[in-house]
């Protein structure tokens, strides 16, 4: 299993609001709302850290990325393809 930087491996009970309608309809189907719930906070999670990071980064990754128009990739000389 890869290593998850947002996971703490410890449970916190937390009150969610949730529409009656979907409950219900997850229950019959025998969905894990606390499995799905998870899954989806830390890929939210993960999309917004993404972004802050490009944002923060973003004058150094248009820098990089004008070098490399202007002058290739630095071992771009020893691909085989």
């Known amino acids: 299993m890869r ?3 947002i996971a703490t491996g410890k ?11 979907i409950v ?3 229950r019959e ?4 709302l606390s499995q799905v719930s998870e899954i989806a906070i ?11 990071w490009r944002e923060e980064h973003r004058d150094w ?5 004008a070098w490399i128009e202007e002058n290739g990739l630095p071992l ?3 691909r085989l393809a």
């Open 42 to 52: 830390r890929a939210a999670a993960k999309r917004v850290q993404e972004e802050k």
């Open 29 to 32: 189907a025998g969905i894990n």
């Open 24 to 26: 219900a309809a997850a």
């Open 3 to 5: 290593h998850d930087p």
């Open 11 to 21: 449970r916190k009970s937390v009150n969610l609001s949730l529409d009656t309608g």
């Open 61 to 65: 990754i248009t820098a990089n990325n």
């Open 76 to 78: 771009d000389r020893y």
